[in-house]
């Protein structure tokens, strides 16, 4: 897979700027007007909104991070992003590429000696990254239990489709890309996010580990049930659902693939890579995590691109030109939604408009509402 022409999106990208000139009071009460009902329907306890416009950042926060203490959700409040942790595993792996440590048309098993002999022995880390590896299940089987016994089942997959051609959206598949590109770096993978890649993006209150002095701002989790709930870490967990985060460095994070700062070639290429479709499976095109639309996006597709069934069943796919996205970018909505019991997560943004949203909630509540939502509000400010 060949990047040759990332900077030439890189310079569209920066010729581009947005058209919404709301006022901060638009902005809020356009905010305000999607997310009181949706709080009051699904009883969130807590929610917070950022945005990002041109460079400028527009900030929200309603309701408790406890129940129990009534404490505010303010600018510290941290939430479990749930899978938009994927798309740093996708960004840490193509900083890897990038640096040569490694390249996508590699085979998984080229860097685990242990599963050289077996299906990984066709599966390239492309697949990986594009839920294209021939079938992995959505979860770790339950009854796997440490790395050894992860990677024996590893070593015996039986893919139900040719690499490449159905996507299967999977824990697992991300997880091993992510171990890959820690090793290929010499690292763990904590330390490889938290000691590198955080701090190369400039998010100095992200953790996979929330430190002592943090656990104040640890918001608590709530079931669809209302009970209270936070997350358990199990295998491959940090790879792929780990990160707790805020809204002002998940605007920092949205900022940086919208090129909105400059933050270095190796990492601005990086981003730009992970933004790039790969396959077209139904309503959406897969990218490396990130999941494209074309711009302006109806809700319905947004939906559907979102809905369970993609994340539960096997699509189809057809490969697209990457090289032909790079020469002649199109405008495009790139989203990921993350959940873990307690938590729901939605993140978008529009290249070509300079325009990024992030909303964060300490409850889990459904997917289409969140999608919804930041449709109405993204939709609303580019008018």
Not at 78 to 104: D, M, N, R, V
Request: net charge positive; glycine share 8%.
């Amino acid at each position: 897979m060949k990047f040759t022409s990332l900077l030439s999106i890189l310079g569209c990208v920066l010729a581009t700027s947005s058209h919404a000139n709301a006022s901060e009071a638009e902005i809020k009460k356009t905010v305000d007007q999607a997310i009181a009902p949706l709080m009051q329907q699904y009883g969130i306890p807590g929610l917070a909104v950022g945005i990002t416009i041109d460079g400028k950042r527009y900030f929200h926060e309603y309701g408790v991070a406890y129940k129990e203490t009534r404490q505010p959700i303010n600018d510290e409040s941290l939430f479990e992003i749930g899978s938009i942790s994927k798309t740093f595993t996708a960004t840490l792996a193509s900083h890897a590429q990038i640096e040569g440590k490694l390249s996508w048309s590699d085979s998984a098993s080229s860097h685990l000696p242990a599963l050289r002999g077996s299906a990984f022995d066709r599966i390239s880390l492309l697949n990986l990254a594009t839920h294209a590896s021939g079938g992995l299940p959505l979860q770790v089987p339950s009854d796997i239990g440490n790395t050894d016994q992860l990677m024996t089942y590893f070593k015996y997959f039986a893919p139900s489709f040719a690499p490449g051609t159905d996507r299967t959206y999977s824990n697992p598949g991300i997880g091993l890309l992510g171990m890959i590109a820690a090793r290929s770096m010499s690292l763990n993978f904590d330390d490889a996010l938290e000691k590198k890649l955080f701090p190369e993006l400039g998010m100095r209150h992200s953790y996979l580990r929330v430190p002592p002095g943090q656990v104040r701002n640890y918001a608590q989790g709530y079931t669809k049930n209302d009970e209270p709930i936070r997350m358990k870490a199990g295998l491959l967990a940090s790879e792929t659902y780990g990160i707790k985060s805020g809204t002002r460095d998940m605007i920092r994070f949205i900022e940086a693939n919208l090129q909105i700062n400059y933050l270095g070639p190796t990492l601005q290429r990086a981003l730009l890579e992970t933004q790039t479709g790969q396959l077209q499976a139904g309503p959406m095109t897969q990218a490396l995590v990130w999941e494209r639309y074309p711009y302006p996006v109806p809700l319905k597709q947004l939906l559907a691109g979102n809905s369970e069934a993609m994340a539960t069943e096997a699509t189809p796919t057809t490969s697209v030109n990457p090289e032909a996205q790079q020469t002649q970018p199109a405008p495009a909505w790139i989203n990921k939604t993350g959940s873990t019991n307690g938590f729901a997560a939605y993140v978008a943004f529009i290249p070509s408009k300079k325009i990024g949203i992030v909303i964060l909630a300490n409850k889990n509540y459904p997917v289409a509402a969140r999608v919804t939502a930041a449709h109405q509000i993204v939709t609303q400010l580019d008018k």
